[in-house]
C-alpha cells in the first residue's frame, strides 16, 4: 500500500490580510491564523500521518526551508516550486526515499503552456474569441505552477507519475478555475 497526504496548508501572508480576517475565515480567532500556532499543528499531523507521498500547497519558502527540510528530509526526497508571483510560495512534494526513487522532476508555469503548447491553441482561441483582454491582461497575472514528478515504487517496480498544484484563485473570478 501506499500512503498519499495532501494538505493546503495556508500561506502566512494569505492568512494575515484583511480578505482572509474578514471574508474567507471570520469564524477563527486570530491566533489560529498565525502561523505560531499552526505550524506546529502542520509538523505534529504530517508526522502522525506518515505519507509515502506528501502534497502540499500554499508552502512559504521559509517555512519549508526552516521548519520541513530539517524535520524532514532525512525521509523524504523534498522540493519547493514557487509561484511566479510577489508571495514566496508555492507547492512541495516529499517523496518516502525508502519507498521509492525519483526517475524525473519537472515544473511548469499555467501561463506558459496555455500560451505555447500546441494541445491547448484550440483552447486559447475560444478564450480569447470570448475574452479578447484575456492574453494580455489576465493570464500574465496568473502564477499557478505544476510539480511533475515521475517516481518509481521500489517494492513493485511501478512507475506513477505524480502532479502537484495550486489552483489560481480569486473571489470575483472563480470561472478562471474553468480553464
Avoid at 502542520?42 to 500554499?58: N, T
Avoid at 519537472?106 to 480569447?128: C, G, K, M, Q
Avoid at 492574453?135 to 515504487?153: C, D, E, R
Wanted: proline share 4%; glycine share 4%.
Amino acid at each position: 500500500t501506499i500512503r498519499v497526504v495532501c494538505y493546503n496548508i495556508l500561506a502566512v501572508y494569505y492568512a494575515r490580510t484583511q480578505a482572509a480576517v474578514r471574508d474567507m475565515y471570520p469564524y477563527c480567532p486570530a491566533h489560529v491564523l498565525d502561523m505560531a500556532y499552526r505550524q506546529p499543528l502542520q509538523v505534529r499531523e504530517l508526522a502522525r500521518l506518515d505519507g509515502d507521498l506528501v502534497f502540499l500547497q500554499e508552502v512559504g519558502y521559509a517555512v519549508f526551508h526552516k521548519c520541513f527540510v530539517p524535520l524532514f528530509g532525512d525521509k523524504y526526497h523534498m522540493r519547493i516550486s514557487l509561484k511566479a508571483s510577489k508571495v514566496s510560495e508555492g507547492c512541495a512534494l516529499f517523496v518516502r526515499k525508502e519507498a521509492f526513487e525519483v526517475l524525473e522532476e519537472s515544473e511548469h508555469l499555467f501561463r506558459n503552456i496555455l500560451r505555447t503548447s500546441p494541445a491547448h491553441r484550440r483552447v486559447l482561441r475560444e478564450i480569447l474569441s470570448k475574452w479578447p483582454g484575456f492574453l494580455n491582461g489576465i493570464l500574465p497575472k496568473m502564477s499557478t505552477i505544476f510539480q511533475i514528478s515521475a517516481v518509481k515504487h521500489i517494492a513493485s517496480g511501478r512507475v506513477l507519475v505524480l502532479a502537484n498544484t495550486h489552483l489560481f484563485f480569486h473571489p470575483l473570478a472563480r470561472h478562471i478555475r474553468v480553464l
